[in-house]
T-cell receptor, first 113, second 111 residues
């Protein structure tokens, strides 16, 4: 079974721009969660989607948004990029929305200049 | 309180030794406790996980010990190998798939 895939793997943007990241979960998995990883703040939860509905949201500003499609693929969007948004953005997929195993993709490395 | 505290931040162990990483939590609503291993440039990989109704779980060289009353859990890596050199994260989950992570432990196993 293929793992979680994330595209693109690397991205360079400038302040003020917006960006869209994509995540394809493991086949059959219906829950997708997004996390931000930085050296200073570590791994932080952004949001979780299940059956196209956002179920949980972390403590991030409204510039961070996401959505999930009917095939369980998910996208996250960051608008008006700031230097502090530079991070590794990780997507994790899970079979159900019941607090079980989450499997991470390789991440998208976003650099904001 | 959502915090998960992990220690030590870094650990050096000789090949064949036991690596021990500890985590503590406050929120008693947490009901699932996974450990992840992350190599540079890669996403975290699920190693082993435990639920609070079990005090210990072993998978190969990896063991989780869980103390519900103390709100602590730990990862033991037996017979540590240089290939185990990586960053390890403990985490705790409640309310769906919303992991709260510890700060990470950078493990180096010396040959």
């Amino acid at each position: 079974k293929a793992g979680v895939t994330q595209t693109p793997r690397y991205l360079i943007k400038t302040r003020g721009q917006q960006v869209t990241l994509s995540c394809s979960p493991i086949s059959g998995h219906r829950s997708v969660s997004w996390y931000q990883q930085t050296p200073g703040q570590g791994l932080q939860f952004l949001f979780e989607y299940f059956s196209e509905t956002q179920r949980n949201k972390g403590n991030f500003p409204g510039r961070f948004s996401g959505r999930q499609f009917s095939n369980s693929r998910s996208e996250m969007n960051v608008s008006t990029l700031e230097l502090g948004d530079s991070a590794l953005y990780l997507c994790a997929s899970s079979l159900e929305a019941s607090g079980g195993e989450q499997f991470f993709g390789p991440g998208t490395r976003l650099t904001v200049l | 309180q959502q915090q998960v505290k992990q220690s030590p931040q870094s650990l050096i162990v000789q090949k064949g030794g036991i690596s021990i990483i500890n985590c503590a939590y406050e929120n008693t609503a947490f009901d699932y406790f996974p450990w992840y291993q992350q190599f540079p440039g890669k996403g975290p990989a699920l190693l082993i996980a435990i639920r609070p109704d079990v005090s210990e779980k072993k998978e190969g060289r990896f063991t989780i010990s869980f103390n519900k009353s103390a709100k602590q859990f730990s990862l033991h890596i037996m017979d540590s190998q240089p290939g185990d050199s990586a960053t390890y994260f403990c985490a705790a989950n409640n309310a769906g798939n919303m992991l709260t992570f510890g700060g990470g432990t950078r493990l180096m196993v010396k040959p």
